[in-house]
């Protein structure tokens, strides 16, 4: 079996909050500043097969998208193992790190606000190249650039123009063909079509699977759309407040949720079939605050089926008989008895 | 050359008559700086030159005024209209030099204390505040008092006073553009602190930094002529406009009073024209205020 091209270890992600002003109180007759800290990702592990489109969803706030600019070491990882072709390198300084984003690049959310609007598209997209170092005369840099533009449907005159003398559709493809440029294994795709309108986010989507078998990428997708997932994954996996609650196949995890939040989630999804509805489980509250997590299970809280042990203990990712993993004390093997109907 | 006439930028500019007139006087003014030496006759630097006969000629729409001497003469006999020229010049080189050198410190400090944040912004920015609660004509006067006087010494007391506008300004747009995913597409992509700066940021908040750039200019030159005006600035040996005021403020009070006023009628266009083609600039340039 051929190494994952990632895989993520227990991976935690906490911001500090507050400067040392807010954070003052007097307690017990002195001045304290507790550290407090946003729990943004709280020992997050996946796996991605060469090829493979694991898609992370989860609603807004849930840490996703921290998960994946984490591993693009745009945030330094608290804690945890980010393997990238069986190499660690969530420890590695700015400078070592250049080799590893020849194998790993980045799609971002916002096609507005992710290219530089003062630089022409060719030097966008050629940016991750140069930064590899090594000269280019003119004449190739600008040969390569419309090579890329070529790749993702752009022609070789837009490739002196500036970013906005394009709709968002053609900006989310300069942004692919930067990410494509040092011809990279893996992209972590964050959000890369919600910016986008839903006629232009299928044709996004389609270059985007084209792209992939055409250079054998894998994708670390993130989303908060469902039906986006569905059509772009072969795997996913579920969020909640930084926690990973559930993995599967996609066709595993829509037929057959395991995890209480997964069916609230996806019996939450709007559909158009009239004929099967789906029964809407409705939860109270809110996510809780990731400056104090629950104790026990982050979905305790809110779920409907928790029980004593929910508030005790943590559940870890198990991993099921078909393949999924679940993060439940009632998937856990020792509980059966408490099985789900 | 036509994509400039056909752009919206010209379209504007055509259409805002104070930012033609403003235009226009810092055009005149340029061309005279460069120009206006070859035109009078006189170098009023040069000893040999000047007649003492001459003194206190009133400009030559007067009764007693000299053809020779456009706008009159002071007491040396120097041409006033010749001293402004040069004197503008002097104003002129201080203006520009000393709004280059802030530009130059105010910006490297405000794109450190806005990309890097932390203690670095924390010290610059207090530094920055404690200055701005001094009236920035006091801290000049000040440096210059305990320093000496001298072109230099101007210089440095206005890049001291300056750099505080071009450092806020600096800093407060670098800290809306380091927000953007570029900036983090950018490291994704393997650069570097030093490369994000001068290939992103720097590009990003060139534009606040043309049109307090301009404003500055006007505000140097003031600040100069105050200084001079007060006796702290530049040497006799090369007067600017506000010592050329000084000079004729002397004898303002004997009815001799084309010495001083026209002087200081120039640096007020001056400073005008630059203040409105500024403003116009700034309006242009600064998209929330479209």
């Given at each position: 079996?051929?190494?994952p091209?990632?895989e993520?270890?227990?991976?935690?992600k906490?911001f500090?909050?507050?400067?040392?002003?807010?954070?003052?109180?007097?307690?017990?007759?002195?001045?304290?500043?507790?550290?407090?800290?946003?729990?943004?990702?709280?020992?997050v592990?996946l796996?991605?097969?060469?090829?493979?489109?694991?898609?992370?969803v989860?609603?807004?706030?849930?840490?996703?998208?921290?998960?994946?600019?984490?591993?693009?070491?745009?945030?330094?990882?608290?804690?945890?193992?980010?393997?990238?072709?069986?190499?660690?390198?969530?420890?590695?300084?700015?400078?070592?790190?250049?080799?590893?984003?020849?194998k790993?690049?980045m799609i971002?959310q916002?096609?507005?606000?992710?290219?530089?609007?003062?630089?022409?598209?060719?030097?966008?997209?050629?940016?991750p190249?140069?930064?590899?170092?090594?000269?280019?005369?003119r004449?190739?840099?600008?040969?390569?650039?419309?090579?890329?533009?070529?790749?993702?449907?752009l022609?070789?005159?837009?490739?002196?123009?500036?970013?906005?003398?394009f709709?968002?559709?053609?900006?989310?493809?300069?942004?692919?063909?930067r990410?494509?440029?040092?011809?990279?294994?893996?992209?972590?795709?964050?959000?890369?079509?919600?910016?986008?309108?839903?006629?232009?986010q299928?044709?996004?989507?389609?270059?985007?699977?084209?792209?992939?078998?055409?250079?054998?990428?894998?994708y670390?997708?993130?989303?908060?759309?469902?039906?986006?997932?569905?059509?772009?994954?072969?795997r996913?996996?579920?969020?909640?407040?930084?926690?990973m609650?559930?993995?599967?196949s996609?066709?595993?995890?829509?037929?057959?949720p395991?995890?209480?939040?997964?069916?609230?989630?996806l019996?939450?999804?709007?559909?158009?079939d009239?004929?099967n509805?789906?029964?809407k489980?409705?939860?109270?509250?809110?996510?809780?605050?990731?400056?104090?997590?629950?104790?026990?299970?982050?979905?305790?809280?809110?779920?409907?089926?928790a029980?004593d042990?929910?508030?005790?203990e943590?559940?870890?990712?198990?991993?099921?008989a078909?393949?999924s993993?679940?993060?439940?004390?009632?998937?856990?093997?020792?509980d059966?008895e408490?099985m789900i109907? | 050359?036509?994509?400039?006439?056909s752009s919206?930028?010209?379209?504007?500019?055509?259409?805002?008559?104070?930012?033609?007139?403003?235009?226009?006087?810092?055009?005149?003014?340029?061309?005279m700086?460069?120009f206006?030496?070859?035109?009078?006759?006189?170098?009023p630097?040069?000893?040999?030159?000047?007649?003492?006969?001459?003194?206190?000629?009133?400009?030559?729409?007067?009764?007693?005024?000299?053809?020779?001497y456009?706008?009159?003469?002071?007491?040396q006999?120097?041409?006033?209209?010749?001293?402004?020229?040069?004197?503008?010049r002097?104003?002129?080189?201080?203006?520009?030099?000393?709004?280059l050198c802030s530009?130059?410190?105010?910006?490297?400090?405000?794109?450190?204390?806005?990309?890097?944040?932390?203690?670095?912004?924390?010290?610059?920015?207090?530094?920055a505040?404690i200055?701005l609660?001094?009236?920035?004509?006091?801290?000049?006067l000040?440096?210059?008092?305990?320093?000496?006087?001298?072109?230099?010494?101007?210089?440095?007391?206005?890049?001291?006073?300056g750099?505080?506008?071009?450092?806020?300004?600096?800093?407060?747009?670098?800290?809306?553009?380091?927000?953007?995913?570029?900036?983090?597409?950018?490291?994704?992509?393997?650069?570097?602190n030093?490369?994000?700066?001068?290939?992103?940021?720097?590009?990003?908040v060139?534009?606040?930094?043309?049109?307090?750039?301009?404003?500055?200019?006007?505000?140097?030159?003031?600040?100069e002529?105050s200084?001079?005006?007060?006796?702290?600035?530049v040497?006799?040996?090369?007067?600017?406009?506000?010592?050329?005021?000084?000079e004729?403020f002397?004898?303002?009070?004997?009815?001799?009073?084309?010495?001083?006023?026209?002087?200081?009628?120039f640096?007020m266009?001056?400073?005008?024209g630059?203040?409105?083609?500024?403003?116009?600039?700034?309006?242009?340039?600064?998209p929330?205020?479209?």
């Amino acid at each position: 079996m051929t190494p994952p091209v990632l895989e993520v270890k227990d991976l935690v992600k906490a911001f500090p909050v507050g400067g040392f002003l807010d954070r003052l109180q007097v307690g017990k007759g002195s001045l304290l500043a507790p550290q407090r800290q946003l729990r943004a990702v709280n020992g997050v592990s996946l796996t991605i097969a060469p090829g493979e489109v694991f898609a992370l969803v989860g609603e807004s706030g849930c840490g996703k998208s921290t998960v994946a600019k984490t591993i693009a070491r745009i945030y330094e990882p608290t804690s945890g193992e980010i393997r990238i072709d069986g190499e660690d390198v969530s420890r590695l300084p700015f400078r070592a790190m250049l080799p590893v984003r020849r194998k790993l690049q980045m799609i971002f959310q916002d096609p507005y606000a992710s290219l530089d609007p003062r630089q022409r598209v060719r030097d966008i997209v050629m940016e991750p190249r140069l930064a590899q170092g090594g000269r280019l005369s003119r004449r190739e840099l600008q040969d390569e650039a419309v090579a890329l533009l070529a790749k993702v449907g752009l022609n070789a005159e837009q490739a002196n123009r500036y970013p906005h003398q394009f709709s968002g559709g053609q900006r989310q493809r300069i942004g692919i063909a930067r990410a494509l440029s040092v011809r990279p294994t893996l992209i972590i795709a964050d959000e890369p079509v919600s910016a986008l309108d839903v006629s232009i986010q299928a044709q996004i989507l389609n270059l985007m699977k084209d792209l992939r078998d055409e250079f054998r990428l894998s994708y670390l997708f993130v989303s908060h759309d469902l039906s986006v997932a569905h059509h772009i994954a072969d795997r996913i996996g579920v969020m909640y407040l930084g926690f990973m609650v559930e993995t599967a196949s996609r066709d595993q995890l829509f037929r057959e949720p395991k995890h209480p939040y997964t069916r609230v989630l996806l019996s939450a999804a709007p559909t158009l079939d009239k004929s099967n509805p789906g029964t809407k489980i409705e939860i109270r509250g809110e996510v809780p605050s990731a400056l104090r997590l629950p104790s026990g299970c982050c979905f305790r809280t809110r779920c409907p089926l928790a029980f004593d042990r929910c508030a005790v203990e943590r559940p870890a990712l198990k991993p099921q008989a078909d393949g999924s993993a679940v993060a439940c004390h009632l998937h856990d093997r020792t509980d059966t008895e408490r099985m789900i109907p | 050359m036509t994509r400039f006439l056909s752009s919206e930028f010209f379209y504007h500019y055509r259409r805002n008559l104070p930012a033609i007139f403003g235009s226009a006087l810092l055009l005149c003014f340029t061309l005279m700086a460069i120009f206006g030496p070859l035109l009078v006759a006189q170098d009023p630097y040069d000893v040999t030159q000047l007649e003492l006969m001459d003194s206190f000629k009133p400009p030559v729409w007067l009764e007693g005024g000299d053809p020779r001497y456009l706008l009159g003469t002071d007491g040396q006999g120097r041409d006033v209209l010749a001293s402004i020229v040069y004197g503008a010049r002097i104003s002129a080189f201080i203006g520009l030099a000393a709004m280059l050198c802030s530009c130059l410190i105010g910006t490297t400090l405000g794109l450190v204390a806005g990309y890097y944040g932390g203690l670095a912004d924390s010290v610059i920015m207090r530094i920055a505040d404690i200055q701005l609660s001094f009236p920035s004509m006091l801290i000049a006067l000040f440096l210059m008092s305990a320093f000496g006087t001298g072109i230099d010494m101007v210089l440095i007391a206005l890049t001291a006073v300056g750099w505080v506008v071009y450092a806020r300004t600096v800093r407060g747009s670098t800290l809306g553009e380091i927000q953007k995913e570029y900036i983090q597409a950018a490291r994704v992509a393997g650069l570097g602190n030093v490369a994000i700066i001068r290939k992103h940021v720097l590009p990003n908040v060139l534009t606040p930094l043309i049109v307090v750039s301009t404003i500055q200019v006007g505000t140097f030159i003031l600040i100069e002529a105050s200084l001079s005006f007060l006796g702290v600035g530049v040497p006799i040996t090369q007067p600017s406009l506000g010592l050329l005021v000084k000079e004729g403020f002397d004898v303002l009070f004997s009815g001799i009073w084309w010495t001083s006023a026209f002087p200081g009628l120039f640096i007020m266009f001056l400073v005008f024209g630059i203040n409105l083609f500024g403003d116009f600039l700034r309006d242009e340039l600064n998209p929330r205020l479209r």
